[in-house]
């Protein structure tokens, strides 16, 4: 099993930039990428929007309302990732949340932290 733990979040101002912090804990041996979706609050996480991933190597990938505007990174050594994102606008309002993909197609999910973008 794998356990992730997300910080970060909370109000941002239009325009403004956010920096959520996930750890790893548990079998992180098994983990292979790791990344973040984001979801309405209310509904369920699975059906969420592909936000960032980052895979041990190093090699990330973007969602299209990420790109260009986002960077995710990973520090192998504190299994944690760090996704940064910029010029924030209200419809960036939801919960983001961490998820690692492990061995056995198994993926495994953070509890949620909420980012509201709002003057």
């Known amino acids: 099993q794998v356990q992730l733990v997300e910080s970060g979040g909370g109000l941002v101002q239009p325009g403004g930039s956010l920096t959520l912090s996930c750890a790893a804990s548990g079998n992180i041996t098994s983990i292979y990428a790791m990344g973040w979706y984001r979801q309405v609050p209310g509904k369920q996480r699975e059906s969420g929007e592909f936000?960032?991933?980052?895979?041990?190597?190093?090699?990330?990938n973007y969602g299209a309302s990420a790109k260009g505007r986002t960077t995710i990174s990973r520090d192998n050594a504190k299994n944690t990732v760090e996704l940064r994102m910029n010029s924030l606008k209200p419809e960036d309002t939801a919960v983001y949340y961490c998820?690692?993909?492990?061995?056995?197609?198994?993926?495994?999910w953070g509890q949620g932290t909420l980012v509201t973008v709002s003057s």
């Open positions: 998820c690692a993909d492990g061995l056995g197609h198994k993926k495994y």
């Open positions: 936000v960032a991933a980052i895979s041990n190597s190093g090699s990330t």
